[in-house]
């Protein structure tokens, strides 16, 4: 595969497994970058970028968000949302505070809930403000509602 910058990304690459093996054997280099170039190949550049050339920390952290700013705008499509209208790091960090503080399965239940009370016109400004709260002070929150008469 060649990415946008005309570079091979080779351990992309689909190779037939006897020619891999004698390539490999055969191979006398010190990087393995050299090691697919006695091999013949295709060398398709495929549109967009279907993949990520993640060398560091924040190239695998950029393709993490990549990856995630491509599925917020494919669900707001398919759901009618204009993306513009969602502050996906606040909701990001409603459901974080909500599965570290609360139950992991908490979090996308909270976030299907806020969605609910947006959608019936019955959620506040504050309503995420109050859901993380509410997540940070869980234990408080069980232990009164357990010793209420």
Known sequence: MVDDDGREQWPAGVWPTARLGRAL???????????????????????????????????????RMH???EWTALACKELGIDPATVDRDLILDLTKEVAHGVARPAAPLTA??????????????????????????????????????
């Open 25 to 63: 054997a055969a191979y006398r280099g010190r990087s393995l970058k050299g090691l697919p170039g006695p091999l013949t190949a295709v060398r398709p550049a495929l549109p967009g970028r279907p993949w990520f050339d993640c060398d560091t920390k924040d190239d695998l952290e950029e393709a």
């Open 67 to 69: 990856v995630l700013n």
């Open 112 to 149: 299907y809930l806020l969605g609910l009370a947006q959608g019936a016109g019955t959620a506040s400004d504050d309503s995420v403000a109050k859901l993380i709260t509410l997540a940070k002070n869980w234990g408080q929150a069980t232990t009164e509602t357990l010793t209420d008469d």
